[in-house]
């Protein structure tokens, strides 16, 4: 409820769900808001600015709302065997927007995933080392040490070469974000454990200790629900951080195998001389990312102003 | 006189060349001075032509070192160098090498027999494991050489070898009275490095050493001693400077020929050279796609034998790829024309045959080119027992989806490229392929050692078009023998049928019937689909306009190979430089 009262007070961070609602809620509809399927090439038209191609003699007018070959429902089309390429093609003739949806898909759910996976570990061994104290606190400690100090990009490009050839994508997709969210978890870790040590001397934490409630009722209510503001505030940093993991492998070939596309292999493209001075629409899928970072670092901003005035 | 005219009247003792003072008929005379500024993308490791490997070194080296027969990169024909004429002796073993006189070391010391006999010692010794040494080895002895006197020198070959004119071609002549001590002395291997200073490196070639500044260039000058003249009598080379300058990556290379700071740009990719096109009218550059080049990109599937390697999933697999139809109805399947079109951008040419149009002398003409076809792939299949389950999915007599993965190089974005096409064109005959980007070491280790893979893209060709050159890629032991490596003795017929060919061109001294032997190994692949050829990319090369002689090849040294020759057009140009 917090949350939504604070979103009433604050504009940023309406916009920010907005935007991001809106960037989320596109790439959730990418298979009915782009004409094509991301992987059907047409070689009759690589590198196609964006438009409709192959249209003569024309015209070519837009039909919205159409069923495709296969008879799934498109939001808009040109006739065969003309294409519209809103965001242009790529070398093999490929849809870009088709592309850049559903390799949104792939990119903000390991980020997602990612973040998820990385904020449960840290949250868990947050809590457990600054509520316990002692030798495990040292323990998960010196370890989160560790893992803060690990060149974790480096890391990553090392436990994915180590990984078997023949990982479907589906499988590639959730081990980039187990392996990215694995490599995380020391930071929100340390962050919790900061909270906790804090909350867990206030008076009214002593007040229900003395009264003889158990350890789990205290964490539960009184101590954990101290860190919610700590823990959104790292999710919404943590997920463009993710989501720039993944681009950073896929964009060197580590992340998912062509043709499903994501934002990184998409990039990949770019690292050429000549799509970078002659197709300036291959510049789109990291024009893309600008609203999601943008989006997720907002929201981050706007979650530690409401924490503060809500006084979480 | 070519190697071809040589090898066809070896039954007689024959002198084999034009007198050839004068090489240089082809070309233009030309106006001395201006200096000519390359690009390359490495420094090069060392200025020992004897333990050179890598492409940057040898490519410095080669502008300063001469070598006794000479392939011309134009006519793909041996021709004299440093040897006005030779002959054969009747059993085709006995090369008896005359030198040119009067040739001097860029030092000013004369060269002669004994420089040769030294140079051949050097290049043979095990100790040194120069890279050349295995080209020297024929029938797995070393050529022998003796001097017959101060200008001629005699090799023997330990059984008959065809191109032996061809050894010749790179091997460095060096120069005894610098470099017999250091090596008596055990130390060859470590002098004539990039600290050496200038004076102390001399060699028979058209420039010698003049600076090397770390990370920045290398600075050749002018052999004042060069042997070879234009038609007009002018001593070669005509430039006074050559300048390599170190940049590394493709594309940090088109910036700077764009730019107008190097003055030749060689082996462009497709796409940047269409981004160069953009600019070639106003820039004063001129770019030439001279057809196809050497190298030959294809698809091989894993027929090793994997007995005891446990790879059980590549062994299961290993029952489709051995099948000829599967293999025939994937070369079916693959739409070349497409991998031209999009990897290439219409500079490349599709291939059927491992022998790209690019080797003039020694493609099959007359290979079939059947157009792509799914239907014929499709029949294919199904008359080898495959069928396709609701989905479309291709299966196996056996009943298991015909799933598995292509490695390509990651350091290759054309080869990925390819491999995309070809996963497409699959999957449109119901096979699940997945690419499968690797660091070429890692890639060349799972081809060599683990041999833990499915099928992987390759390109192979680029040296010399004699088919002697493939000899290690057809034989069933050869070293590249990539896809189904360690045989020792052939798996199949027609296997043994090529590896029969194979030795029996290497020895037959008539070209006629060399190439039909050839010709009927290209067959046998074509048929038989050990490898699925699939294109060769074009040799992209460019140059500014005002450069004259500029004849690039399709074989290695593509731009620089006739440097003595070429030469500013007017004096403002040279004098600019």
């Known amino acids: 409820m917090w949350l939504i009262r604070a979103s009433v007070r604050r504009r940023g961070l309406v916009a920010a769900l907005a935007l991001l609602g809106a960037v989320h809620g596109a790439v959730l509809l990418a298979g009915f808001l782009a004409p094509y399927d991301p992987a059907e090439q047409d070689r009759r038209h690589p590198y196609a600015p964006p438009g409709v191609a192959g249209c003569e003699p024309g015209p070519c007018p837009v039909r919205w709302f159409v069923r495709d070959a296969a008879g799934r429902p498109r939001l808009f089309a040109v006739d065969a065997p003309a294409r519209i390429f809103v965001l242009g093609s790529d070398q093999y003739g490929r849809d870009q927007l088709a592309r850049l949806l559903h390799g949104g898909r792939v990119s903000l759910a390991a980020g997602l995933l990612a973040a998820a996976l990385s904020l449960g570990l840290g949250w868990i061994a947050g809590a457990v080392a600054g509520y316990r104290g002692g030798w495990l606190d040292a323990v998960l400690m010196r370890a989160s040490e560790f893992f803060v100090a690990l060149p974790w990009l480096y890391l990553l490009f090392a436990v ?53 409630a158990s350890h789990f009722h205290i964490l539960r209510r009184h101590v954990l629900p101290q860190t919610v503001g700590v823990a959104l505030t790292q999710a919404a940093l943590l997920v463009p951080q993710y989501v720039l993991a993944e681009v950073t492998l896929s964009f060197l070939g580590l992340g998912v195998g062509e043709p499903v596309a994501s934002w990184g292999n998409m990039l990949a493209a770019l690292a050429q001389y000549h799509v970078l001075v002659s197709y300036w629409w291959m510049v789109l899928p990291g024009v893309a990312m600008v609203p999601v970072f943008l989006g997720y670092l907002s929201l981050a901003g706007a979650v530690i102003e409401s924490r503060d005035s809500i006084g979480l | ?90 059993d085709g073993r006995r090369f008896t090498l005359r030198l040119r006189r009067g040739v001097r070391f860029s030092d000013g010391h004369p060269f002669d027999a004994d420089d040769v006999l030294f140079t051949f010692e050097v290049y043979l010794d095990p100790q040194l494991h120069s890279p050349q040494r295995d080209l020297l080895m024929v029938a797995g002895k070393p050529l022998s050489v003796r001097k017959q006197d101060s200008h001629t020198v005699v090799f023997e070959t330990a059984a008959p070898y065809a191109p032996a004119e061809r050894l010749f071609d790179s091997i460095a002549m060096l120069p005894r009275h610098l470099l017999e001590k250091p090596y008596r002395e055990g130390r060859l291997a470590k002098v004539w490095n990039l600290n050496t200073p200038p004076a102390e490196i001399a060699g028979l070639g058209p420039f010698r050493l003049k600076e090397y500044a770390a990370g920045q260039h290398v600075v050749l000058e002018r052999n004042p001693y060069y042997w070879k003249v234009d038609r007009a009598g002018t001593r070669l080379p005509y430039l006074d400077a050559l300048l390599f300058v170190f940049v590394s990556g493709e594309d940090a290379q088109i910036m700077r020929f764009e730019a107008g700071e190097t003055d030749v740009i060689g082996r ?51 029952a489709w790829f051995r099948e000829e139809r599967f293999r025939q109805a994937v070369s079916a399947a693959v739409d070349r024309e497409a991998i031209v079109k999009l990897v290439y951008g219409g500079h490349g040419t599709a291939l059927w045959g491992h022998v790209t149009p690019g080797n003039r002398n020694w493609v099959h003409p007359g290979l079939a080119t059947p157009p792509r076809s799914l239907d014929r792939a499709r029949g294919l299949l199904k008359s080898a027992g495959y069928s396709w389950d609701g989905q479309g999915t291709l299966v196996d007599p056996g009943g298991s989806k015909v799933e598995f993965t292509i490695a390509a190089s990651s350091s290759s974005a054309e080869r990925g490229q390819i491999a995309a096409v070809v996963q497409e064109d699959l999957r449109q005959v119901g096979m699940r392929v997945r690419v499968v980007p690797l660091e070429f070491r890692a890639l060349l280790d799972r081809l060599f050692q683990s041999r833990d893979f499915d099928a992987v893209l390759l390109g192979l060709g680029g040296g010399d078009a004699d088919p002697a050159a493939e000899m290690n890629v057809w034989l069933s032991g050869g070293g590249t023998h990539l896809w189904d490596l360690g045989r020792t003795r052939p798996a199949t017929p027609w296997e043994a049928e090529i590896d029969s060919l194979m030795n029996r061109q290497l020895i037959t001294m008539r070209v006629a019937e060399r190439k039909r032997l050839y010709a009927r190994v290209q067959e046998l692949v074509g048929a038989y689909l050990p490898v699925v050829p699939l294109a060769s990319p074009h040799v992209l090369v460019g140059a500014k306009t005002g450069l004259g002689n500029f004849r690039p090849a399709v074989l290695d040294h593509y731009t620089l190979w006739n440097v003595e020759e070429l030469y500013w057009r007017g004096r403002a140009a040279a004098g600019s430089r």
């Open chain 1, 160 to 212: 994915r070469a180590f990984l078997p050839l023949e990982v479907p994508p589906e499988t590639a997709l959730l081990l980039i974000a187990a392996i990215i969210g694995l490599a995380g978890w020391a930071r929100p870790a340390r962050l919790v454990r900061g909270v906790v040590l804090s909350a867990k001397e206030r008076g009214y934490v002593l007040a229900a200790r003395g009264f003889g």
């Open chain 2, 1 to 90: 006189m070519t190697w071809v005219r040589a090898t066809l009247f070896a039954c007689v003792v024959l002198p084999a060349a034009a007198a050839a003072q004068n090489l240089a008929t082809a070309s233009e005379p030309g106006s001395r001075g201006g200096r000519l500024v390359c690009a390359q993308r490495a420094e090069p490791k060392t200025l020992n032509p004897v333990l050179a490997s890598d492409i940057a070194s040898r490519e410095v080296i080669h502008r300063m070192m001469g070598d006794l027969v000479h392939i011309n990169r134009g006519t793909h024909a041996t021709e004299p160098a440093l040897a006005t004429h030779w002959t054969i002796s009747p």
């Open chain 2, 268 to 318: 462009v990719g497709a796409r940047n050279f269409a981004a160069l096109e953009k600019g070639q009218g106003g820039r004063g550059y001129a770019l030439r796609d001279l057809g196809p080049s050497l190298e030959y990109n294809f698809l091989a599937f894993n027929l090793n034998d994997l007995a005891g390697r446990n790879l059980p999933r590549v062994e299961a697999r290993q």
